[in-house]
């Protein structure tokens, strides 16, 4: 099976590069995928599970939460700011916090709902024009300004570009998160994952190469 297959090499990286068994979170992001097929993940015991659109995310997760304890859901994609309570309310963990008009938003709002998400800052480690995420030089102030917020931030996140090694990328993300005192690492795809968890990922967002390709929507 696809998940199992996953969660064999997931382990395997943890030793290879020394780290403890079971200290990689497996996000199985099912954004675009047949409910069928991600009711059949569910079926199979996982809990962990990635959207990255809040508009998904509310059409097929109250349901399954009715239907399966202990869903744990993370919203990875780019957060417009009219969505964020929104998301809040629906995720137990926001990956893609890249602004201080989010942060502060998010400040606000998880003061009302005496809550809030566990955050990871999206950092724009590509520098890329269309891509989310805080530039690297802007980072650490951005990090400071959200720490003064209160916010509990996790750790940082990046979606290395698309034509480069990924393993320079995920290098100076764990440089900013350790000289920021930061632990967690939300970085790693179908297609990297294990290089992610030899430089340090704390968490991996897989999805393809569970559920198969995406299927785009019908129209
Ligand atoms: C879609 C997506 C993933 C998963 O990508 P795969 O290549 O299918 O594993 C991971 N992270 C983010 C932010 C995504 O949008």
Same mark, same amino acid.
């Given at each position: 099976?696809? =998940?199992?297959?996953?969660?064999? #090499?997931? !382990?395997?990286?943890? @030793? &290879? *590069?020394?780290?403890?068994?079971?200290?990689? /979170? %497996?996000?199985?992001?099912?954004?675009?995928?047949?409910?069928?097929?991600?009711?059949?993940?569910?079926?199979?015991?996982?809990?962990?599970?990635?959207?990255?659109?809040?508009?998904?995310?509310?059409?097929?997760?109250?349901?399954?939460?009715?239907?399966?304890?202990?869903?744990?859901?993370?919203?990875?994609?780019? =957060?417009?700011?009219?969505?964020? #309570?929104? !998301?809040?309310?629906? @995720? &137990? *963990?926001?990956?893609?916090?890249?602004?201080? /008009? %989010?942060?502060?938003?998010?400040?606000?709002?998880?003061?009302?709902?005496?809550?809030?998400?566990?955050?990871?800052?999206?950092?724009?480690?590509?520098?890329?024009?269309?891509?989310?995420?805080?530039?690297?030089?802007?980072?650490?102030?951005?990090?400071?300004?959200?720490?003064?917020?209160?916010?509990?931030?996790?750790?940082?996140?990046?979606?290395?570009?698309?034509?480069?090694?990924? @393993?320079?990328?995920?290098?100076?993300?764990?440089?900013?998160?350790?000289?920021?005192?930061?632990?967690?690492?939300?970085?790693?795809?179908?297609?990297?994952?294990?290089?992610?968890?030899?430089?340090?990922?704390?968490?991996?967002?897989?999805?393809?190469?569970?559920?198969?390709?995406?299927?785009?929507?019908?129209?």
């Amino acid at each position: 099976m696809a =998940l199992e297959d996953i969660q064999n #090499r997931i !382990a395997k990286a943890e @030793a &290879d *590069a020394g780290r403890t068994p079971g200290s990689v /979170k %497996l996000i199985a992001v099912s954004k675009v995928q047949p409910l069928d097929r991600v009711e059949a993940v569910l079926e199979q015991g996982h809990r962990i599970f990635g959207e990255n659109k809040v508009q998904e995310a509310a059409g097929k997760w109250p349901d399954f939460r009715t239907r399966y304890d202990g869903i744990e859901l993370h919203l990875i994609g780019p =957060l417009q700011s009219n969505k964020t #309570r929104q !998301a809040m309310e629906l @995720a &137990d *963990a926001i990956h893609s916090v890249d602004r201080p /008009k %989010l942060a502060k938003g998010i400040a606000r709002i998880a003061q009302e709902l005496g809550s809030c998400p566990d955050l990871f800052i999206q950092v724009n480690t590509g520098e890329e024009e269309q891509k989310a995420g805080i530039l690297p030089a802007d980072a650490d102030a951005f990090i400071a300004e959200c720490r003064d917020l209160d916010l509990p931030i996790h750790g940082l996140m990046c979606i290395p570009p698309v034509d480069e090694e990924p @393993a320079l990328h995920f290098a100076l993300l764990a440089k900013i998160a350790e000289r920021n005192g930061l632990d967690g690492l939300s970085m790693g795809m179908s297609a990297d994952f294990e290089s992610a968890i030899a430089l340090g990922a704390t968490h991996v967002r897989v999805g393809s190469a569970i559920f198969g390709d995406r299927v785009p929507p019908a129209g």
